[in-house]
């Protein structure tokens, strides 16, 4: 599940997020599109695209959305501020601060951004999260 601490990761951020995905489609799989889409707000040619193996673009809202529908998961909420806790977590144990990631990060945020983004007072797409997840758990002790 993406929201739990990570203290390992596949070789790329794509690995990771690809691992990710799997266990998502899975869960919409199980349910069928049409449920999952019912159930969140997620529109179901997006949920069949992940269902086929494809990468939609996705918010950490939507991902957890959708990881809130297996069996005994939280509340997307739940699930949204436990990923963001996870991070910064991460980042005490990694000894990394958000110039650190900025350095590291493949992707176009500035240090301002990727704080605001870790403490949930700017919008984070899934690839955002994964990304900085991949960053914090490879340069973890």
């Given amino acids: 599940m993406f929201y739990e601490q990570r203290m390992t990761v596949p070789d790329s951020p794509a690995a990771l997020r690809a691992e990710y995905e799997d266990d998502l489609a899975t869960i919409v799989d199980q349910h069928g599109p049409a449920a999952v889409a019912a159930d969140t707000d997620l529109e179901q040619d997006v949920l069949e695209a992940l269902a086929a193996g494809d990468s939609p673009d996705l918010t950490l809202e939507e991902a957890a959305e959708i990881q809130s529908l297996a069996e005994?998961?939280?509340?997307?909420?739940?699930?949204?501020?436990?990923?963001?806790?996870?991070?910064?977590?991460?980042?005490?144990?990694?000894?990394?601060?958000?110039?650190?990631?900025?350095?590291?990060?493949?992707?176009?945020?500035?240090?301002?951004?990727?704080?605001?983004?870790?403490?949930?007072?700017?919008?984070?797409?899934?690839?955002?999260?994964?990304?900085?997840?991949?960053?914090?758990?490879?340069?973890?002790p």
Wanted: no cysteine; aromatic share 6%; glycine share 6%.
């Fill in 72 to 140: 005994g998961e939280p509340d997307p909420e739940t699930i949204v501020t436990m990923a963001l806790e996870h991070l910064l977590l991460g980042m005490s144990t990694a000894v990394l601060d958000v110039e650190a990631l900025e350095s590291y990060i493949d992707l176009d945020l500035e240090a301002k951004e990727i704080q605001q983004k870790i403490e949930g007072r700017a919008p984070m797409s899934f690839a955002e999260f994964v990304h900085v997840q991949y960053v914090i758990a490879d340069g973890a």
